[in-house]
């Protein structure tokens, strides 16, 4: 909303101002500002701390070689790819080398931190079925007693591969390749894009319901396509991943709640023949063109109308995740951010069962 | 950056709150004096709770202390229920201006409704606070704010014709 709009509409509410502001937060205002700061050779030592860690993670990944066999290469910093498959694709972040060197308050001590992080990722596309991996380490900090002249922090890590499960401690995520055919939904990232079909008119005599599909008489089309169409790419993270980079992770991040409430109109089974990403008020949503194949109750459509149902969930680009998420993790290029949702990349071309609630011109899913 | 467990500044500015809650209160209680009380009370309360190092649940804590305190400031004094309208303006000149249209638009809100405007539209809360605030899935509070604003372009649509 503008400013102009917010200003109108709040005159338009006529509240009139505060009496005791000024005298409440000349009483209490202090309260509001707390504050205990620590010595900054401690904050530093736990800046040094969290970067030292933050590196262990990349430096077990850049390590990771084939079916989980480690493979060392201490003195390299550069980005090696490491194919998991051959239809792998991978992306990679280099954070550099941190070096800092502090004195204390006091000036009797000096404190020394260097990390060096390299980071090498790759996403994984398989023609099996969804995989999931992830890896587990172990840091040990260690710490020379304050008092000396010089306190260096290193890392010794752990590391210990993880054979490939399907659970659901997600690292990485990855998904059965779809049909060719409808991978490459070409749609540029925030493009608009308003696409609305006025409904056709559908004739009297209904079809058959043996009669196949195409024979069928015309058939309403809703479909509706979000005004910004985010593409996914081929490089995807989850949101948890994220989230647990930060320190401060926005509470937007919390799980969704697709669960709409009340009892749904319309309970049909449909064939799913596109997936639109986008993002509304912070939200991200994705919306599914679904051509009606069977309705088991409601009226509100009927066997091959095109539909649009909407829903929480879905993929958005690095840069809006992080809007969103209100976190900054410096990863850039073309990576899509999964949020997690009922609709799914894999849907696409399938027949699922839908419990719908009608919206103006689309459908919600309810549980 | 700062790091959860250490003693942080808050993360809002309270001067800025303060005018926002106490709005709140208003449009919820109709009464200056009352929505001064209870904005001061809410953040009193406030600090009696531990830290929190996000801002949106510190708004969330907010809000739902400035809701409950209203809520519970009807059932003490055994008001009779607010009236959908809103009721004549202070200052007469006000009605003058071009906003009585808009004016007129929002009275035929219900009350939540009057609430969720002026919480999402003026006091810049984000719809997961709200969301969360009323007990419903950020879609359906997004969903819920788009429909307002439809309702009252309608609402200003007829006028506009009248």
């Known amino acids: 909303m503008k400013d102009m709009d917010k200003k109108t509409l709040e005159q338009a509410f006529s509240i009139p101002e505060p009496e005791r502001k000024d005298e409440f937060l000349d009483k209490y205002g202090s309260q509001f500002q707390r504050s205990t700061p620590k010595p900054l050779a401690c904050k530093l030592t736990r800046f040094a701390a969290a970067a030292a860690v933050f590196s262990a993670v990349f430096f077990a990944w850049h390590n990771l070689g084939d079916a989980g066999k480690l493979r060392h290469d201490p003195g390299n910093s550069t980005v090696d790819n490491i194919p998991f498959s051959t239809s792998s694709t991978e992306f990679s972040t280099s954070l550099g080398t941190t070096a800092l060197k502090t004195t204390s308050l006091s000036g009797n001590t000096s404190t020394t931190i260097s990390t060096r992080t390299t980071a090498v990722f790759s996403t994984v596309t398989t023609d099996s079925a969804m995989t999931e991996f992830s890896t587990e380490f172990t840091t040990v900090l260690k710490t020379t007693d304050i008092s000396t002249s010089e306190t260096v922090i290193s890392t010794e890590i752990d590391i210990i591969p993880h054979e490939f499960s399907t659970s659901q401690s997600t690292v990485l995520k990855t998904t059965e390749k779809p049909p060719a055919t409808a991978t490459t939904a070409v749609h540029t990232s925030h493009t608009s894009v308003l696409k609305t079909t006025s409904p056709q008119e559908t004739t009297t005599t209904a079809a058959a319901q043996t009669v196949p599909v195409e024979e069928l008489p015309e058939s309403a089309s809703r479909e509706v396509v979000p005004e910004t169409v985010y593409q996914k790419y081929d490089k995807v993270i989850s949101m948890e991943e994220l989230v647990n980079r930060q320190t401060t992770a926005s509470p937007g991040s919390d799980t969704i709640t697709p669960a709409e409430g009340g009892v749904p109109e319309l309970l049909i089974s449909g064939e799913v023949l596109e997936n639109y990403y986008t993002a509304e008020d912070g939200i991200v949503l994705t919306y599914q063109t679904v051509r009606v194949t069977y309705v088991t109750m409601g009226s509100a459509v009927q066997e091959g109308d095109i539909i649009t149902v909407v829903s929480e969930g879905g993929y958005v680009p690095i840069d809006v995740a992080e809007e969103i998420l209100e976190i900054s993790t410096g990863i850039t290029g073309d990576v899509s951010v999964y949020f997690p949702g009922v609709a799914d990349e894999s849907d696409i071309g399938r027949e699922k069962n839908f419990n719908l609630h009608e919206e103006d011109s689309y459908f919600i899913i309810v549980p | ?162």
Do not use: W
């Open chain 2, 1 to 162: 950056m700062y790091l959860r467990g250490e003693g942080v500044a808050l993360v809002f500015d309270p001067a800025e709150q303060y005018d926002k809650i106490y709005k709140y209160c208003y449009i919820r209680l109709n009464n200056r004096e009352n929505a001064e009380d209870i904005t001061q009370e809410t953040f009193l309360r406030f600090l009696e709770h531990p830290e929190y190092a996000s801002s949106d649940k510190a708004l969330c804590l907010l809000y739902t202390i400035a809701g409950n305190l209203c809520t519970d400031h009807f059932r003490q004094k055994k008001t009779e229920e607010l009236p959908e309208e809103i009721p004549v303006q202070e200052n007469f000149e006000q009605q003058l201006t071009d906003n009585i249209s808009l004016r007129q638009a929002l009275s035929r809100l219900s009350q939540q409704d009057r609430e969720l405007v002026l919480l999402r539209y003026i006091n810049d809360v984000p719809v997961n606070v709200i969301s969360r605030l009323f007990g419903v899935s950020r879609f359906a509070m997004s969903r819920r704010l788009k429909k307002i604003l439809d309702t009252l372009r309608n609402y200003l649509g007829k006028e506009g014709t009248q």
